[in-house]
């Protein structure tokens, strides 16, 4: 299969994007108002080269770290395929799905590698034998309990581009159980035909 790498992200050369970027800010603005938006889940989706890592990226390092100085709050990246270049060398609280586990399609090995590194940027107390329902249980218990009064954003970038078995999980053990709580919002990119 072919590789393409893509252009390191720089906050400077990124255009293009108010109507994307001002929807997250927008909903992120919103939910310190007595009245949360109904729907606090965004999907991005375009073609390849579109710029939806970008966006994600852009998000997530630059868009929202600002936001949340005027609004409390904290953002999550999830990267379902490997990042190139300068984004390859993780910021606080991204995860990059390993390329090892992209070949060898080993979802619950992936899912449980998301679930407890979640985990641990929250500080949850896991044990080693927990199942993925209740690392995915004690997950939402902390998002709920201790970012009550924060706005809490999770960027999933490229998941309509992973294997569907994968998608399932994801969405049976983190974004389901994320999308139930008032404080949460889900940004997914994605191209190609999205998960039912």
Not at 17 to 38: D, I
Not at 62 to 79: K, M, N, Y
Not at 140 to 153: G, M, P, Q
């Amino acid at each position: 299969s072919e590789i393409t790498l893509l252009p390191t992200y720089a906050p400077e050369l990124f255009v293009d994007r108010e109507r994307e970027t001002a929807l997250v800010s927008g909903l992120v603005r919103q939910m310190v108002e007595p009245v949360r938006p109904a729907n606090r889940t965004v999907v991005f989706s375009g073609e390849r080269g579109s710029g939806k890592t970008w966006l994600a990226l852009h998000l997530k390092r630059t868009l929202l770290p600002a936001l949340f100085r005027e609004v409390p709050g904290r953002a999550f990246l999830i990267a379902m395929f490997s990042l190139s270049g300068a984004e390859a060398r993780l910021e606080t609280d991204e995860w990059v799905r390993n390329e090892a586990a992209i070949q060898s399609q080993q979802h619950e090995r992936t899912m449980r590698e998301i679930l407890e590194w979640f985990c641990q940027q929250l500080g949850t107390a896991i044990a080693a034998d927990a199942s993925l329902s209740e690392l995915s249980a004690w997950l939402a218990r902390d998002v709920r309990n201790k970012y009550e009064n924060k706005v809490f954003v999770l960027l999933v970038d490229s998941i309509f581009e992973t294997d569907w078995k994968l998608t399932a999980d994801l969405e049976k053990y983190l974004l389901r159980e994320l999308a139930a709580i008032p404080h949460v919002i889900i940004v997914l990119t994605g191209r190609g035909r999205p998960y039912q």
